[in-house]
């Protein structure tokens, strides 16, 4: 999987492709017309929330307009294809998310490669995990909830929000590493999934603390872990499960990126500008709102993040042997 880290060095160097005067001069008068921002999800989900927050942000600094245009489908893959394939010059911009990381390795036949065909700018939100089971089950710590799925193989149903969303890797890379075995029960979305754990049709679920928080904190579900190394402060005596599992990590996540080849000085303005609105104290706190973290760091930092979720999940996806055609 060292391709993936190669891949880095190939995003920076494709935006040397165009003469520096060229580039130079373009720069200093972008933007100098409207600019969309691709999101391959719905209106109303958090990578759209924080797309158009930012957007709103670099028309302010910036003087033209940044609009989102949603088009989902294809589980991402139409909005990305579209993104990917789009002109160079910095006018068309793209909310990445974790699906993309995902399916990088779950889709066999895509008409763009994920790492190769985008440049970073900037990590706008990572949003750790919930493991939680219905109050029915006998287990109020991930390490009870792993002896019981030991001594229960196959019996324990664990829900999620389809084939191939974090969640459902999450439970899959929590079978690996714990030695267990679960019956996956995929639905379209974690509110469905999360409405049948709180029934009491599924025994278990990994979501978004955006989806779970609310449910956790009413007492309808129980949380036994967070899938991220650090604790809540909504749910402080919640564990990591890297503190039972060390190296377990499942998140979801957003961030801002472009097309490659997009000249060098147009990610550094944009990463200016884009780093500029998330220090802002109404919009971290909004995304604590929504159950997640504002992560800092450079563009290259953020580079490095997508690489390494991308092989960490190519890897899960491998072992599992999932696949969607």
Known sequence: MRILRRDILRLS??????????????????????????????????????????????????????FVENRPGGGNNIGT??????????????????????????????????????????????????????????????????????????????????????GHLGGELLQMMAGIKLTHVPYRGEAPAMSDLIAGHCQMVIATTGSAMEYCKAGSVRAVAVTLDMKLDALPDVKPLSVLLPGYMAIGWSGLV????????????????????LAQPNIRQRVIDMGGVVPGGTAADFGRFMAEDTERWAKVIKVAGIKVN
């Open 81 to 166: 294809e579209m993104a990917a394939h789009a002109p160079p010059d910095g006018y068309t911009l793209f909310m990445a998310n974790s699906v993309n990381a995902i399916n990088n390795s779950l889709y066999e036949n895509l008409n763009y490669v994920f790492m190769n065909d985008f440049v970073p700018i900037v990590n706008t939100m990572t949003s750790p995990c919930l493991m939680m089971v219905h109050p029915s089950v006998p287990a109020k710590t991930a390490a009870e909830f792993i002896a019981l799925a030991k001594a229960n193989p196959g019996k324990i149903n664990m829900g999620s929000g389809g084939v191939g969303s974090t």
């Open 258 to 277: 472009a097309p490659k080849n997009v000249p060098a000085e147009i990610i550094t303005l944009l990463y200016k500008h884009a780093s500029d609105t």
């Open 13 to 66: 160097a494709g935006l040397a492709a165009l003469p520096v005067a060229s580039r130079l001069a373009f720069a200093d008068t972008y933007p100098s017309r409207p600019v969309r921002v691709l999101v391959a999800t719905s209106a109303g989900g958090s990578t759209d929330i924080i797309g158009r927050l930012v957007a709103q942000y670099l028309s302010d600094k910036l003087g033209q307009p940044f």
